[in-house]
């Protein structure tokens, strides 16, 4: 007998998945920044400086704005696994199709934001940090951060998938009779 469910149980799998995703994928990312000697909530800073927040009200607006891709792309993840070609059969099948969905929002959300939006609003948060420093030395330490900063975020998202796909099998196995 084969495994079947709605497509609306697989949106509401992903929304729980990709909501406790987003939670785990959190400490990667501040160990990444601790690591660094940077502050730990330095990403939700950057997004909540994005958004036209100030620095000090920045980071609480950015870790709410976190969870905004992670429940849509645990949306996305529950419906596209909710087709016949990719319905999750097995806990192998979820992680892998997790960790799939995790390297792909890399490439397509995060990616895009460090390179073109991030590196400004760095820049005004490390001259804010530290104003004797030049932009130019600034820029430096930028460049010399930015690879760590990728595969330290790479890593992240790929963690978030794991726990996308392992979450997403969970409750798809405790649900079904059949998996």
């Known amino acids: 007998m084969a495994l079947e469910y709605s497509v609306r149980k697989g949106i509401s799998t992903g929304i729980i998945a990709g909501i406790i995703a987003g939670i785990v994928m959190l400490?990667?990312?501040?160990?990444?920044?601790?690591?660094?000697?940077?502050?730990t909530d330095l990403f939700p800073t950057l997004v909540?400086?994005?958004?036209?927040?100030?620095?000090?009200?920045?980071?609480?607006?950015?870790?709410?704005?976190?969870?905004?891709p992670s429940i849509i792309i645990g949306i996305i993840f529950g419906a596209?696994?909710?087709?016949?070609?990719?319905?999750?059969?097995?806990?192998?099948?979820?992680?892998?199709?997790?960790?799939?969905?995790g390297i792909v929002s890399f490439a397509v959300l995060f990616l895009p934001m460090i390179m073109t939006v991030f590196p400004p609003i760095m820049l005004q948060l490390m001259q804010m940090m530290n104003p004797?420093?030049?932009?130019?030395?600034?820029?430096?330490?930028?460049?010399?951060?930015?690879?760590?900063?990728?595969?330290?975020?790479?890593?992240?998202h790929i963690i978030y998938g794991l726990v996308l796909g392992t979450?997403?099998?969970?409750?798809?196995?405790?649900?079904?009779?059949t998996y």
């Open 27 to 39: 400490g990667p990312m501040m160990g990444m920044m601790n690591m660094m000697n940077l502050p």
């Open 48 to 68: 909540g400086m994005m958004m036209g927040q100030t620095p000090e009200s920045a980071a609480m607006i950015g870790m709410l704005l976190h969870f905004i």
């Open 80 to 101: 596209l696994i909710s087709t016949s070609k990719l319905i999750v059969t097995s806990f192998k099948k979820g992680i892998a199709l997790g960790i799939i969905t």
């Open 132 to 156: 004797s420093a030049s932009q130019e030395m600034i820029m430096g330490q930028l460049q010399v951060m930015q690879p760590m900063m990728l595969i330290g975020s790479l890593i992240s």
């Open 167 to 177: 979450v997403a099998s969970v409750i798809l196995k405790r649900s079904s009779k």
